[in-house]
């Protein structure tokens, strides 16, 4: 059992480029986030989906989309990248209001 | 910004010794959940508080939802090296879906 799986896993970035990371969990979960994780910062969530075709926005969600077209991905996309978007990122799901189950991370470097 | 504020933001405790972190909200919680973050690793799921006043406890661990459902705390006893990490806890409000997290104790031992 895979549970949540971030790819990938380490990039590095040049400015104004563009990416997608994938989140893709099997434990058949309704909802799933993408938080971003900085220094003295915690956890702050960019973007949730609480099922397949649904997406809301989170705390930061400027320069961030996202798609959710099957219930078990969740893509977080930067369109243009800033320096201020080099962060580690992750994903999580959870079965309704319950735990929160994360992957190991993605850690985004934009030069 | 964030709704939960969990102080303090460091905490360095002598083996043995032990110590408490706070979680608070400016609004009312549905629920409250506690995650332990290692270093170099993911969030990972320690307990989920519902109830108003509701205690919890895991071998050395003690946590509690206050009356009000507007704060909690992590009351740990005896620290070992093995508590090292950053503890977070997260809120959830009655009538929305995100999960807000805290920003974090990280907690460093003293042998």
């Known amino acids: 059992n895979a549970g949540v799986t971030q790819t990938p896993k380490f990039r590095v970035l040049k400015t104004g480029q563009s990416m997608t990371l994938l989140c893709a969990q099997d434990m058949n979960h309704e909802y799933m986030y993408w938080y971003r994780q900085d220094p003295g910062m915690g956890l702050r969530l960019i973007h949730y989906?609480?099922?397949?075709?649904?997406?809301a926005k989170g705390e930061v969600p400027d320069g961030y989309n996202v798609s959710r077209l099957k219930k078990q991905n969740f893509l977080l996309g930067l369109e243009s990248a800033a320096p201020s978007q080099t962060s580690v990122y992750f994903c999580?799901?959870?079965?309704?209001?319950?735990?929160?189950?994360f992957g190991q991370g993605t850690r985004l470097t934009v030069v | 910004g964030q709704q939960v504020m969990q102080i303090p933001q460091y905490q360095h405790v002598q083996e043995g010794e032990d110590f408490t972190t706070y979680c608070n909200s400016s609004t009312t919680l549905s629920n409250i959940q506690w995650y332990k973050q290692r270093p170099g690793g993911h969030p990972v799921f320690l307990i989920q508080l519902v109830k108003s006043g509701e205690v919890k406890k895991q071998k050395r661990l003690t946590f509690q939802f206050g009356e009000a459902k507007k704060n909690s705390s992590l009351h740990i006893t005896a620290t070992q090296t093995t508590d090292v990490g950053t503890y977070f806890c997260a809120g959830r409000l009655s009538n929305d879906y995100k999960l807000s997290f805290g920003a974090g104790t990280t907690v460093t031992v003293r042998a």
């Open positions: 999580a799901s959870s079965w309704g209001r319950s735990e929160a189950f």
């Open positions: 989906s609480v099922g397949e075709g649904t997406t």
